[in-house]
């Protein structure tokens, strides 16, 4: 899956991996049971529910998208020891300098930061990422629907409209 960055985002979400669905489809989060898309519309960071196919459009609403394995598909579980490029996402960051940098799920933080997963809560993170706010998120994936919240996704859109530039339009033109 090719990155979605550019200068000047608000927001960077960061995966772990494709799912085998998402890479069959060439799509973010193409899994059908998958509240991704609809976790953006529900919460404001996008003005509607936008389709797998349409990521590339992220940007005009200041988001963008990157996974820490980036040349790995699967499930966290079944992903090898060494398919995870922290310091590559971390170039990443310090190259595109968004104002946030949320991880979808607590594997792909815990893999980033060297923190177990149990020692990372939800919401924002005390210390930033190569100089950008850090925030983890509760998976969005159907392997992780029982323990889904929507708060952790909310608290963070707010802090997106907060960053946000005066007057920014966050419009749907397509």
Known sequence: MPDVLEDGLTLVLVGTAPSRISAR???YYAN???KFWSTLAAVGLT???LAPQEYAALPRYGIGLTDVAKRH???D???PTGAWAPHELRDKVRRYR???VAFT???GAAETLGVPT???PYGPQPEPLEGAELWVLPSTSPLGHTHFQLGPWEALAARVRALRPEGSADTDTG
């Open 105 to 107: 799920s607590k594997r």
């Open 25 to 27: 489809a060439r799509a």
């Open 118 to 120: 149990g020692r990372l």
């Open 77 to 79: 579980a079944a992903l």
């Open 98 to 100: 968004p104002r946030l």
């Open 47 to 49: 003005p509607r529910q």
């Open 32 to 34: 059908p049971s998958n």
């Open 73 to 75: 598909s699967g499930v």
